[in-house]
Each structure stands twice: as structure tokens, then as C-alpha cells.
């Protein structure tokens, strides 16, 4: 049994997770089940949503309808006034065009600095570049927890138990990794402590049916690590890089439900740069990350502010390294994949939440 009672203030149906737990939560989960594999006709869409909702895990109806029993509790000890409040918030900040970012809490930001390698060069601006980013998402309300060094089963294991904390509450979930990266016959795997992974397992967990506290909102990811050893020459720094040895330009692997933006600090096959240019060394794409978060973060969507990102990157960085010529005057570009389906803003966090 759902709310279906439209807003009393502007007559649209509830389309929070406070309001309604179908919104996100199932029809999050079932529409990665039934958009698994392209349909030709109606009658195939139709058939996979009636298959996706008649095998919906009870566990993920429980968890949701909990939540969503709790908050009708409020409601009813408020007479009514909590969902008054909620709407009025929600119609005022927000429309169909945005993710909603009024949930209890802005949500979580988890970052992996690797620095020390059993088998590759160190990465001494690991420690820099972290600080930037807890800096820059705690001005955006994340709540910020930092990794350093881990490698395979410690990663995996982080993973997980982020996968199975209760994100009902969070608006959003950012994960950043910056270490050693390569490709492999077609595949791109980015570097732990003692080994390498492939990329895609740093998002696969987070899947809606894997995480459905997390289905229908951002989950964002940053990798700064090279996905190849090529150079790109432009038209001075002294740099390193974060690639390993030189393997071929291979495509990059990307998320393929819905919600997900990734952003690399490179172009597939090409080297991502480090500088001390910015003072202390760090890596190029991560300081204008940083900067562009901290100065626009509250004021345009991110994909806005990720544009920016990647121009900056492309025009104000050329590396510089007569030292060793082909690493001189080259040219980066960062790339980004995304399947959202709607505008990130991130707001002033009120000092008061409902529900």
C-alpha cells in the first residue's frame, strides 16, 4: 500500500523518497531489471516490468516500506504539518529537471589515496591531493571518510560495507580514487596496494539491485589514474604521471544503469599528469576539480561545473619536462560518462531536517 495523495500545495504526486518509497527504491531496482536488454515492441517492455515487479526482493520492499513507516509516523505525531513543510521545501527548490537533495543528510564521500605500491613507483602527491578532496566535499555537506593504501581484499571489503550501509537518508554518493592505473586487452583496471582491479568494481556494488538505498540517486565517481601511457601533445612544469607500463588505447569501461557519472582525469589510453606548479606536487585534474567544487559547488549543477573542469585541464595545463622530451609540452584531457537523468545541485544543508 503506497501514498498516492497529490501535493495539497502545487497538485503533483509525492516523488520523494519520504514520500514514497516506489519512486526510488522499486522503481529504481526494476527499471535496471527491465532496461537490462533493448525491447522492440510494448508488449516486451510491458512483460519484463510485470516479470521485474513479481520477483522484487522482499528485502528490498521491507527496507523501503520501513523507512517510509517511520516518516508516516512523524507525519501523523505533526498532525500533518511535517509533509506540509517537506512540500513546500520541495516545490520551492525543487522540479522534475533535479535529483531531490532533501534527504536527512547530504550523504557520503569515500576516498582512496594510494601512495605506497608493492610493485609500482610511489605517488607523492597522494597525500595533497586527498586533503583537497575532504576539503572540497565537506564544503558541500559530504560526509568524508579517507582510505589510504589498500590494497585488493581491503578495497573490496571497504566496498562492501559502504554497499551495505542504509543510504535511505543520503541525497547522493561520491567515491574518488587516485592511484596507478593501465589497460589490458580491452580492459582498464586501475591499482591497489599489492595489485590491480578492474575499474567497473568500484561502482558494480552500488548497482540498484546491489544498493537499493542508493536506486534513483547520483552515485559519482572520480578516478584519477591513467587509463594508458599515450602522450598528447598541444600547440612550463616539470611532470610525472600515474600510469604503469605503456599498454594499447582500449575502450573504458562505464556504468550502464541509470544515475552514474564517472569522471576520469584523462582521455582513454593517455597519461594523467602531476605538477607542482600549484604549489605543493599534485595531480593536475584534482586541483582544478577541487577549485571549480569549492568556488561553484553551491551555485550551478555540477555538470556545469564538471565542463569547467575539463576545459580548465585541457587549456591551462601543458607539461613541461625538457629533461625528458616526450614528456614535455603535452596536453591532457579528462573525459566523463554518464547515465543521469537529471540536474546535481548541492545546496545550503539546512541547519534542520524533517523526517
Not at 116 to 130: G, I, L, Y
Request: charged share 25%; with cysteine; aromatic share 8%.
Amino acid at each position: 500500500m503506497f501514498l498516492t495523495i497529490g501535493c495539497r500545495i502545487c497538485g503533483r504526486p509525492p516523488h520523494r523518497t519520504t514520500y514514497n518509497p516506489r519512486y526510488y527504491s522499486f522503481s529504481g531496482v526494476n527499471e535496471a531489471k527491465t532496461n537490462k536488454h533493448a525491447h522492440n515492441t510494448v508488449d516486451s517492455l510491458k512483460a519484463a516490468i510485470v516479470e521485474a515487479f513479481a520477483s522484487l526482493n522482499k528485502d528490498i520492499a521491507a527496507k523501503a516500506c520501513g523507512s517510509f513507516n517511520a516518516c508516516l509516523e512523524m507525519i501523523v505525531a505533526a498532525g500533518g504539518s511535517y509533509i506540509k513543510k517537506l512540500c513546500s521545501m520541495s516545490c520551492s527548490q525543487e522540479t522534475d529537471d533535479d535529483y531531490p537533495m532533501n534527504h536527512g543528510r547530504r550523504g557520503d564521500c569515500i576516498i582512496f589515496a594510494n601512495r605506497k605500491f608493492e610493485s609500482q613507483p610511489k605517488r607523492d602527491s597522494a597525500e595533497t591531493d586527498a586533503k583537497l578532496c575532504e576539503k572540497a566535499f565537506k564544503k558541500l555537506g559530504f560526509k568524508v571518510t579517507r582510505h589510504a593504501n589498500l590494497g585488493n581484499k581491503e578495497l573490496l571489503h571497504t566496498l562492501e560495507q559502504v554497499r551495505m550501509n542504509d543510504h535511505t537518508e543520503c541525497d547522493a554518493l561520491v567515491v574518488v580514487f587516485m592511484s596507478h592505473g593501465k589497460s589490458d586487452n580491452g580492459h582498464e583496471f586501475i591499482c591497489t596496494r599489492d595489485d590491480f582491479l578492474p575499474t567497473s568494481q568500484l561502482w558494480e556494488p552500488f548497482a540498484p539491485d546491489q544498493c537499493p538505498s542508493l536506486a534513483g540517486k547520483p552515485k559519482i565517481f572520480f578516478i584519477q589514474a591513467c587509463p594508458g601511457n599515450k602522450l598528447e601533445k598541444g600547440v612550463g612544469l616539470k611532470v610525472s604521471t600515474d600510469s604503469t607500463t605503456a599498454r594499447p588505447q582500449t575502450k573504458s569501461a562505464a556504468p550502464l544503469m541509470a544515475d552514474h557519472l564517472v569522471m576520469w582525469a584523462s582521455s582513454e589510453g593517455y597519461c594523467a599528469f602531476r605538477t607542482s606548479r600549484y604549489g605543493k606536487e599534485k595531480s593536475v585534474f584534482i586541483h582544478f576539480l577541487t577549485e571549480a567544487l569549492k568556488t561553484h559547488g553551491r551555485r550551478i549543477p555540477l555538470t556545469d561545473i564538471l565542463l569547467k573542469v575539463s576545459k580548465d585541464v585541457a587549456i591551462e595545463f601543458q607539461s613541461r619536462n625538457k629533461d625528458v622530451p616526450k614528456y614535455h609540452g603535452n596536453k591532457q584531457a579528462s573525459t566523463i560518462s554518464s547515465t543521469l537523468l537529471r540536474n546535481i545541485h548541492f545546496p545550503e544543508l539546512p541547519k534542520k531536517r524533517f523526517c
